[in-house]
């Protein structure tokens, strides 16, 4: 008889660890080592479940690098005792995150699923138990004695994700994220549907992670009215060395002659500049338009359709890796865990 699998969950903090004290109406964390015994119906999934959580759980909002080496080495220290993990976490950053941890976990061979929700799991129209049963539903889902997700995963209000392909798109519905350039991994209805067409593909290599992460870059969003000294001040500045400029529509800039110059100036002082659509689906395609040739010039890296939180995960994850100059932009430009197309 094949044991059942067995799932740690990772408790970062954000709305769905909290509970209303019916009495103050105040919102407190929950206890999460009590975690069974408030929610039973998690008694009646067939996995075994281990919490482990952030001694200090933490609003999204301060997450940063040095929190996502932390759930990194969670799930390390924990790869061979689990068959899944799912990580709960505020959802204002969650795409943040999740992206970041695709990039440091390379040949992951596990489900790894962020989930989170808008109201508290202590609240009584709360969103926190589906999202949290499913995303355990998820990460046990087994064949052959193996995993059927082996990737980082967002799930959210009956979707589930590629991680590094979401954004947060709404602060207030139920549907908080959205994936525009890639179809949902998997839906919740009467049926759990798994669309297995569109999950990557195991590698069979030993799993890697990859905790060193540079983040001295910027993001940059046009907006007409943007002047020189303020777009200067930024991509110039000796500390920075990789900038994402979020460009109109399919890639395309002003082509004023200060925009160029500034553009020029940091290329030729090494800098990787990184082209990346502000819009929340589509594609970069330097070219198409007049107001985009100027920067394929240039040798401007195409972000293609890539979200701005997988962005700057990734040149975090580039630049810390020491990727040479020849090469980073072959290597940005190539999809390494299903981010772009
Ligand atoms: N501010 C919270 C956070 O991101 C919101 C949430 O949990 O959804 O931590």
Same mark, same amino acid.
């Given at each position: &008889?094949?044991?059942?699998?067995?799932?740690?969950?990772?408790?970062?903090?954000?709305?769905?660890?909290?509970? $209303?004290?019916?009495?103050?109406?105040?919102?407190?964390?929950? /206890?999460?080592?009590?975690?069974?015994k408030r929610i039973p119906e998690?008694?009646?999934?067939?996995? *075994?479940? #281990?919490?482990?959580?952030?001694?200090?759980?933490? *609003?999204?909002?301060?997450?940063?690098?040095?929190? %996502?080496?932390?759930?990194?080495?969670?799930?390390? /220290?924990?790869?061979?005792?689990? /068959?899944?993990?799912?990580?709960?976490?505020? #959802?204002?950053?969650? +795409?943040?995150?999740?992206?970041?941890? +695709?990039? &440091?976990?390379?040949?992951? #061979?596990?489900?790894?699923?962020?989930?989170?929700?808008?109201?508290?799991?202590? *609240?009584?129209?709360?969103?926190?138990?589906?999202? !949290?049963?499913?995303?355990?539903?998820?990460?046990?889902?087994?064949?052959?004695?193996?995993?059927?997700?082996?990737e980082v995963c967002l799930y959210?209000?009956?979707?589930?994700?590629?991680?590094?392909?979401?954004?947060?798109?709404?602060?207030?519905?139920?549907?908080?994220?959205?994936?525009?350039?890639?179809?949902?991994?998997?839906? +919740?209805? =009467?049926? !759990?549907?798994?669309?297995?067409?569109?999950?990557? $593909?195991?590698?069979? $290599?030993?799993?890697? =992670?990859?905790? *060193? !992460?540079?983040?001295?870059?910027?993001?940059?969003?046009?907006?007409?009215?943007?002047?020189?000294?303020?777009?200067?001040?930024?991509?110039?500045?000796?500390?920075?060395?990789?900038?994402?400029?979020?460009?109109?529509?399919?890639?395309?800039?002003?082509?004023?002659? %200060?925009?160029?110059?500034?553009?020029?100036?940091?290329? /030729?002082?090494? $800098?990787?500049?990184?082209?990346?659509?502000?819009? +929340?689906?589509?594609?970069?395609?330097?070219?198409?338009?007049?107001?985009?040739?100027?920067?394929q010039e240039l040798g401007i890296?195409?972000?293609?359709?890539?979200?701005?939180?997988?962005?700057?995960?990734?040149?975090?994850?580039?630049?810390?890796?020491?990727?040479?100059?020849?090469?980073?932009?072959?290597?940005?430009?190539?999809?390494?865990?299903?981010?772009?197309?």
């Amino acid at each position: &008889m094949n044991k059942k699998p067995n799932i740690l969950l990772v408790y970062t903090g954000g709305t769905i660890g909290m509970i $209303k004290d019916y009495k103050t109406g105040a919102l407190r964390a929950f /206890d999460f080592d009590k975690l069974l015994k408030r929610i039973p119906e998690l008694s009646h999934l067939n996995c *075994d479940i #281990s919490t482990i959580s952030f001694e200090e759980p933490m *609003d999204s909002s301060n997450m940063n690098p040095d929190s %996502w080496v932390r759930i990194l080495e969670i799930i390390e /220290d924990n790869y061979t005792a689990f /068959d899944g993990f799912v990580v709960l976490h505020g #959802s204002d950053t969650m +795409s943040y995150t999740a992206s970041a941890l +695709s990039f &440091m976990l390379e040949n992951l #061979s596990k489900p790894v699923i962020f989930t989170g929700s808008q109201l508290p799991i202590g *609240d009584l129209r709360t969103d926190a138990k589906e999202n !949290l049963i499913t995303s355990i539903e998820i990460a046990s889902l087994m064949e052959n004695n193996q995993p059927v997700i082996k990737e980082v995963c967002l799930y959210f209000e009956y979707k589930l994700y590629r991680a590094n392909r979401t954004t947060k798109i709404n602060a207030e519905h139920f549907q908080a994220f959205a994936s525009l350039n890639y179809p949902a991994l998997a839906e +919740s209805g =009467v049926h !759990l549907k798994v669309h297995k067409e569109y999950l990557l $593909k195991p590698t069979n $290599k030993e799993l890697v =992670v990859r905790k *060193d !992460l540079d983040a001295r870059i910027a993001v940059i969003k046009l907006f007409p009215g943007i002047n020189e000294h303020s777009f200067e001040c930024i991509i110039n500045n000796d500390y920075i060395k990789a900038v994402i400029i979020e460009t109109y529509g399919a890639g395309n800039a002003p082509t004023e002659e %200060w925009f160029y110059k500034v553009l020029q100036k940091a290329v /030729d002082a090494g $800098k990787f500049i990184v082209n990346v659509t502000q819009c +929340s689906g589509g594609s970069v395609n330097m070219g198409q338009y007049e107001t985009s040739v100027h920067l394929q010039e240039l040798g401007i890296i195409s972000g293609k359709d890539i979200t701005t939180e997988a962005a700057i995960a990734k040149l975090m994850y580039l630049l810390g890796a020491g990727i040479n100059k020849k090469t980073f932009k072959t290597v940005f430009e190539t999809s390494l865990r299903g981010e772009m197309s």
